[in-house]
């Protein structure tokens, strides 16, 4: 069974610092994809980042770049020059490649910017 | 989080009443999933669907129930809501096969109070 695993249930960080999220996996499929998401207080989930098993090179989309880590099972993702807006919480999220391909997520890291 | 629809947003039930959230979907995906999101924690799977006419049971399925009679919908139902089912639901949906890539689409979410 696939199992998502993100260790810190909160995180504190100054504005404009750098941050690491982490994110390990669990999965016996060859082929997947791993995601990362961000909720902000309004509720929606935001798709920020995705990494497929058998991508070469780390996903990077602006600010956020995911540290992939394919012998160790991590995922971790990493923000850039952290602006206030980037509060929110934080979902590792991985999606197996057969069958049904559900989507099973972490249990979330709350991310705090401060001034 | 523009084509996935959910109805509806804010409901409150009481102890013992029925209803149906509605996900509907303009994207002709074939793969259509409800999860639910308690405080504090990552979404958890309830039902899935990877076609019409077809269900099957996610993680957390017990007091639901679903039907995919026509593609583009797909509706979880309560039939007798408990107290334990206050919960924030959310819709996904995604292409299916070798087709489904790394995107998956969310509505977004309904907030659902059992009193």
């Known amino acids: 069974a696939q199992k998502i695993t993100q260790t810190q249930p909160g995180m504190f960080v100054q504005e404009k610092e750098a941050v690491t999220l982490d994110c390990t996996y669990d999965?016996?499929?060859?082929?997947?994809?791993l995601f990362w998401y961000k909720q902000p207080s309004s509720g929606e989930m935001i798709f920020l980042i995705y990494?497929?098993?058998?991508?070469?090179q780390n996903a990077t989309e602006g600010r956020y770049s995911l540290n992939f880590q394919k012998a160790r099972k991590s995922a971790n993702l990493v923000i850039s020059a952290s602006q206030l807006g980037d509060s929110a919480m934080y979902f590792c999220a991985m999606r197996d490649h057969q069958g049904a391909q559900k989507l099973v997520f972490g249990q979330g890291t709350r991310l705090t910017i401060n001034p | 989080n523009a084509g996935v629809t959910q109805t509806p947003k804010f409901r409150v039930l009481k102890t013992g009443q029925s209803m149906t959230l509605l996900c509907a979907q303009d994207?002709?995906?074939?793969?259509m999933y409800w999860y639910r999101q308690d405080p504090g924690m990552g979404l958890r799977l309830i039902h899935y669907?990877?076609?019409?006419?077809?269900?099957a049971k996610g993680e957390v399925p017990d007091g639901y129930n679903v039907s995919r009679l026509k593609k583009q919908n797909f509706l979880l139902g309560l039939e007798s809501a408990a107290p334990s089912q206050t919960s924030v639901y959310f819709c996904?949906?995604?292409?299916?096969?070798?087709?489904?890539?790394?995107?998956?689409?969310f509505g977004e979410g309904s907030w659902l109070t059992v009193v």
């Open positions: 990494q497929g098993s058998y991508d070469q």
């Open positions: 994207m002709n995906h074939e793969y």
């Open positions: 999965t016996s499929d060859p082929s997947y994809g």
């Open positions: 669907s990877v076609g019409e006419g077809t269900t």
């Open positions: 996904a949906s995604s292409y299916g096969g070798q087709n489904s890539g790394n995107t998956i689409y």
